[in-house]
């Protein structure tokens, strides 16, 4: 079946999107890391102009939910002022980099995430959603992450520039990475790659120039979990969602340097050593980690379903990976999953092995019923 359509933009800064609490207001944060005083400024600014909630994005951005329109320009203004937010509104929106979160300064990852930022308006005019990944350890990270053009390492460590969709890709050098990745950008968009969105879509109907097939990327690297990480230590977030006030206080308690985002719903904290805490997941086999859960009813206008209450009852009793979507958009995981639950009038479909848009095996299924059901599925 074909997707529903979806929002043709994610929620900038800038262009926010109105959503069942409000405005959702997205900041890109450059090389994925916020100082400090940055993390805390920015839950001071959730608090004083949203709802205190924010969320952490599968593009590894942070979002301020619950905005009223009163509310947009003075935070504007905030974000501004921490350093947070670029003056051009159209650069802005093209800040959908994925980055490395283990990058040290002066490294590839950190030196072609700079030079691309700041070439970013050398780019054609491209669909809102298209993305990149900086994916530069020996294995890469994000290959289950959405991205367009992927900067990636072969098996004997050298770069490979790969267009999604692709199996292979163009050996490039960091000297040329860029130039390389913005020839392609020209190429999606001079082939048609705009009417296809994406250019996994899009290298379906037109094939690359055969010396960007040149090299395979190495084996994807696994999973990455909560828990220390030499100096630095990761904690994961139920479902992305931050509650500003318990972020400040951990930051505070742990006197971390900085804060790292990444799209599996996992943050970094710099120079500091795991602490105790029940705000946020510090146990890699934590069953909250496993399951996908969009915000639902009431946050979302979208959806019929509280999707996130129904998500932590189900979380310790699935035995197969668990989608709960509370539309057949898919937002939280556009893509295939052993069992999704997909909301609908206020029920639920079950859609076994595939995506929120596939066709049910079974619908009309009651929200009580599932705790007692889950372990068919």
């Not at 001079?190 to 010396?211: C, E, I, L, W, Y």
């Not at 804060?259 to 510090?282: G, K, N, Q, S, Y």
């Not at 009852?313 to 995981?333: D, F, N, V, Y």
Request: net charge negative; aromatic share 6%.
């Amino acid at each position: 079946m074909i997707r529903p359509e979806a929002k043709g933009w994610c929620p900038g800064a800038y262009r926010p999107m109105m959503s069942g609490d409000g405005l959702v207001v997205r900041v890109r944060p450059t090389l994925a890391r916020l100082t400090h005083d940055q993390v805390l400024g920015l839950c001071d600014a959730a608090q004083s102009f949203g709802s205190g909630l924010i969320d952490l994005t599968s593009r590894a951005n942070l979002q301020i939910r619950g905005v009223s329109e009163d509310n947009h320009e003075p935070l504007l203004a905030r974000l501004h002022a921490l350093d947070l937010l670029p003056d051009d509104p159209a650069l802005e929106g093209r800040r959908n980099i994925l980055v490395d979160p283990f990058w040290q300064e002066g490294d590839d990852t950190h030196r072609l995430t700079t030079e691309l930022t700041a070439r970013l308006g050398e780019l054609p005019a491209m669909p809102a959603k298209v993305g990149y990944a900086i994916d530069l350890a020996p294995n890469p990270m994000f290959t289950a992450n959405s991205a367009d053009f992927r900067l990636e390492r072969n098996s004997n460590g050298d770069i490979l520039l790969r267009p999604d969709g692709m199996s292979r890709g163009r050996l490039v050098t960091p000297d040329t990475a860029i130039d390389a990745l913005i020839d392609m950008a020209h190429w999606f968009v001079k082939t048609g790659g705009p009417a296809h969105r994406r250019m996994g879509n899009h290298v379906s109907f037109t094939q690359p120039p055969a010396d960007w097939q040149a090299a395979l990327p190495a084996a994807p690297a696994k999973p990455v979990a909560p828990g220390q990480t030499g100096a630095d230590a990761l904690y994961g977030a139920a479902f992305g969602q931050l509650a500003a006030s318990p972020l400040a206080a951990l930051l505070n308690a742990t006197r971390a340097t900085a804060m790292r985002v990444t799209p599996w719903r996992l943050f970094l904290l710099e120079d500091t050593e795991m602490a105790l805490t029940t705000d946020f997941i510090t146990d890699e086999n934590a069953h909250l980690l496993k399951i996908d859960a969009c915000p639902g009813a009431p946050l979302c206008t979208a959806s019929s379903v509280d999707t996130r209450t129904l998500a932590r009852k189900l979380a310790p009793l699935a035995r197969r990976p668990l989608h709960i979507s509370g539309c057949a958009k898919g937002c939280a995981r556009p893509r295939a999953c052993a069992t999704t639950l997909v909301g609908e009038n206020g029920a639920f479909n079950l859609v076994r092995n595939g995506r929120p848009w596939d066709e049910p095996s079974e619908t009309g299924l009651a929200p009580e019923t599932l705790a007692q059901r889950i372990g068919e599925f």
